[in-house]
């Protein structure tokens, strides 16, 4: 027996067939989104670690009495330490070979996680971290690709990650 008038035929989608629809697009766009937030999410740990590195900097180089540099690369980052220990008279003046801080877990030679990174430092000069807890305010952006994570310290010390 049919249903419909005769001349018109039943056309349209079964809710079965709307329902597996909304499912095929839902998880294309949940894998989309996840794919477009990683580069950024990945440059904003590294820009976390190396806060963290830069607060461990300034504890040491503040407890040794030793300066400590950073150095950057587009690959990665590293510090050193030089110079005489506190203390040491002239006459044992000798130099001390250059720290790569090798063994130490947080200062330790890195490798960006989003490599490879753009480094934009401002003011553009060498970051050392010394005795002094209060110094000027840096702003370092970092890129990798579409991604730009921007890792701010204040004068007092204070690091912020935009």
């Not at 540099?69 to 070979?97: C, H, I, V």
Request: aromatic share 6%.
């Amino acid at each position: 027996m049919p249903t419909s008038a005769p001349g018109n035929s039943e056309r349209g989608f079964t809710l079965v067939e709307v329902l597996v629809v909304l499912v095929i697009v839902a998880i294309a766009a949940s894998m989309v989104s996840l794919s477009v937030g990683k580069g950024e999410n990945r440059l904003r740990g590294d820009a976390q670690r190396l806060a963290d590195a830069f607060a461990v900097a300034q504890s040491e180089a503040r407890s040794d009495g030793r300066p400590i540099r950073w150095l950057p690369s587009g690959q990665g980052w590293s510090f050193e330490r030089r110079g005489r220990l506190p203390g040491t008279s002239a006459e044992e003046d000798t130099p001390l070979p250059v720290d790569r801080l090798e063994r130490d877990d947080v200062l330790r030679p890195q490798a960006w996680s989003a490599s490879p990174v753009e480094l934009r430092l401002d003011p553009d000069r060498p970051l050392v971290f010394n005795t002094e807890w209060v110094a000027a305010p840096i702003t370092l952006t970092l890129r990798a690709g579409d991604a730009r994570v921007v890792l701010q310290r204040d004068a007092a010390g204070r690091y912020d990650i935009r």
